[in-house]
């Protein structure tokens, strides 16, 4: 196979080499054989097929570092609940008719989102609650079968109409079955997930297992006002606390929200090297609250960028993560030298990498990594004029303006089309697996889409449907 020259106008390495100004990224076969300016890199490979001009931008392969492909099909629903409120009318009702057939097809459907927004490594916590469906390989099968790179999680719950001790077991076994289906791959890894709302058993099961595997976790923790008042309910203490006493943050932890977090908990994320998931548009979908990402960091906490899962976003849009996670921050603190464009785009690059301990791979654009890396392309609107790649990248570019992908080597999306998936036939499959998912688990569409505005919410808005 001949070597490819990727040629920018910018090519932001996030690594030791910096910012190149008409720079080119040389990929030969599944990996960066050689980054620097275009000219010179043509003139030692003038064999090598040349993608892009002296515009646009390359930046390595963003990482979504939290996210939910189980919940592919049920976007769009709730935006008027909390969490409290969406969880038990949108996530359960699905969570327990997800089947490994239906969870291929919405993770399909989400992985076109996801490449299309320049996203070449997904971390997802996959949550179903069909004990024995084995449904978490579904998300597997997708991510393998389109060429995208990714951490596979079973994001489990006891489910409570059935036996606890039954379900832990269930759930031990989907685990194991996860992590071997995972290895059977080329791109996709398996790591261990759990909800601090789960039985005391099932979070010491977790734990035990991801001690035996050796896997990382994949956590959600301190993301509503709710779960912290749960926590001093149940345990006496906050939920980061717990998560520290159950043995929890002495494995290799990523940690979505982290947004209910006293200032005297900021050392111990740090010291237990915890990272910390920024998830912007959903914070503010479900009400939230904010992450305090500037001082977290300043504290010396590791923090990446999610999206969260496709129904508390509602899309896998990671440009508008990035943009919408720097206008929250700067709202929020008055203050719009708070995070940086910059901060932003290497969050979701080499420090979302680092979260997932695969830095070693990907996240940079360095010689002998991974070749992971995404193409926006001078010709589109968005990046027409570059005055500032980083600003440009964060509050000018969205899907329409990513023109190619790698992952690994492999050309995922070629001048904006997909290669690897049939769009049409992933569009089609999956509003027919929506239907079939909602009607199976008697979720309420019509209300559920148009809900009402809340009593205390602002009257002046007219009430849908009526
Ligand atoms: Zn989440």
């Keep these: 196979m001949t070597a490819t020259l990727v040629r920018a106008g910018h090519v932001l ?63 769009g629903l709730g935006e008027t609940l909390t969490l409290f409120e969406w969880a038990p009318a949108v996530i359960v009702p699905a969570s327990l008719h997800l089947d490994r057939g239906l969870a291929r097809t919405g993770a399909r459907l989400k992985a076109a989102e996801l490449v299309s927004s320049g996203v070449t490594c997904v971390n997802d916590q996959f949550g179903h609650m069909n004990t024995g469906s084995l449904a978490s390989l579904g998300s597997v099968d997708a991510l393998d079968e389109i060429g995208l790179r990714g951490v596979v999680s079973l994001g489990a719950a006891d489910n409570p ?14 685990h194991r079955a996860l992590a071997e289906h995972a290895a059977s791959t080329r791109l996709v890894r398996v790591g261990l997930a759990t909800l601090l709302v789960s039985s005391d058993d099932l979070i010491a099961a977790t734990v035990a297992v991801a001690t035996e595997l050796g896997l990382g976790t994949h956590v959600h923790l301190a993301e509503v006002r709710e779960e912290w008042v749960d926590a001093h309910l149940r345990w006496g203490h906050s939920c980061i606390a717990h998560a520290d006493r159950v043995g929890l943050l002495d494995l290799d932890v990523v940690a979505g929200h982290v947004i209910w977090v ?52 509602d899309s896998q849009d990671m440009l508008a993560a990035l943009k919408t996670g720097s206008l929250l921050q700067k709202v929020t603190a008055m203050d719009p030298a708070v995070v940086t464009a910059a ?30 890396l995404v193409r926006l392309g001078g010709d589109r ?15 000018c ?44 688990g ?20 007219p009430a849908q449907g009526q």
């Excluded at 680092?354 to 940079?364: F, M, T, Y």
């Design 161 to 174: 109409t059935g036996d606890v001790s039954l379900q832990v077991a269930a759930i031990a076994d989907e």
């Design 397 to 440: 570019a969205g899907p329409a303006d990513v023109a190619d992908v790698w992952v690994a080597g492999r050309r995922l999306l070629e001048d904006g089309r997909h290669t690897t998936l049939d769009l049409a036939e992933v569009v089609a499959s999956g509003r027919d697996a929506a239907a079939r998912l909602a009607a199976a």
């Design 343 to 372: 901060d932003m785009v290497r969050m979701a690059t080499i420090e979302g990498a680092r979260a997932l301990g695969l830095d070693e791979r990907i996240g940079s654009l360095e010689v002998g990594k991974d070749a992971d």
């Design 381 to 395: 609107p968005g990046l027409a004029v570059v005055h500032d790649p980083y600003a440009q990248l964060v509050y």
């Design 13 to 75: 390495t996030m690594g030791p080499l910096g910012d190149v100004r008409d720079g080119a990224v040389l990929v030969d076969g599944a990996r960066i054989a050689a980054v620097g300016p275009y000219g010179e890199l043509a003139a030692a490979h003038p064999d090598a097929a040349v993608v892009g001009d002296e515009h646009g931008i390359v930046v390595p392969g963003f990482v979504n570092a939290h996210t939910h492909l189980s919940e592919g099909l049920i976007a």
């Design 262 to 313: 006293r200032p005297d908990e900021f050392g111990l994320l740090a010291e237990k090297r915890v990272a910390a998931v920024y998830n912007p548009v959903a914070n503010m979908i479900l009400a939230d609250g904010v992450c305090p990402v500037a001082r977290l960091r300043d504290a010396g906490v590791r923090m990446a960028i999610g999206t969260d899962g496709a129904a508390s976003n």
């Design 442 to 461: 008697g979720i309420p569409l019509s209300e559920l889409g148009r809900a009402a505005p809340r009593a205390h919410a602002d009257r002046s808005r």
